[in-house]
């Protein structure tokens, strides 16, 4: 998947070659460059920061579960960079990738 060019992908990033395929969406937060990503069968949309178009580090997963708001964790290194006030927002749009 990577050519000898590319930097590695994070550990746990979602592997098509052995996972079958992945849905994934790009979008800009809080002046992060966010990819979701979700495999068949999950019911979690993990959150990955990129840089230049590369995923670099989990950002964290928004949970696919009825409820309002939506459940979202983060990894640490986010907690104070994504405002308590915003993370709904951030969950949400992870819930509406995970229905589109």
């Given at each position: 998947?990577?050519?000898?060019?590319?930097?590695?992908?994070?550990a746990?990033?979602?592997?098509?070659?052995?996972?079958?395929?992945?849905?994934?969406?790009?979008?800009?937060?809080?002046?992060?460059?966010?990819?979701?990503?979700?495999?068949?069968?999950?019911?979690?949309?993990?959150?990955?920061?990129?840089?230049?178009?590369?995923?670099?580090?989990?950002?964290?997963?928004?949970?696919?579960?009825?409820?309002?708001?939506?459940?979202?964790?983060?990894?640490?290194?986010?907690?104070?960079?994504?405002?308590?006030?915003?993370?709904?927002?951030?969950a949400?749009?992870?819930?509406?990738?995970?229905?589109?």
């Amino acid at each position: 998947m990577n050519g000898p060019d590319e930097p590695a992908l994070p550990a746990k990033y979602p592997d098509p070659a052995v996972v079958g395929w992945i849905r994934s969406e790009e979008i800009e937060f809080e002046g992060l460059h966010i990819r979701l990503t979700v495999t068949p069968g999950e019911k979690i949309v993990q959150l990955w920061e990129l840089v230049d178009g590369h995923p670099v580090r989990w950002l964290g997963n928004v949970f696919r579960v009825e409820s309002e708001p939506p459940a979202l964790s983060l990894n640490h290194r986010y907690q104070s960079r994504i405002k308590h006030s915003r993370r709904d927002a951030l969950a949400r749009a992870g819930v509406k990738f995970w229905k589109s």
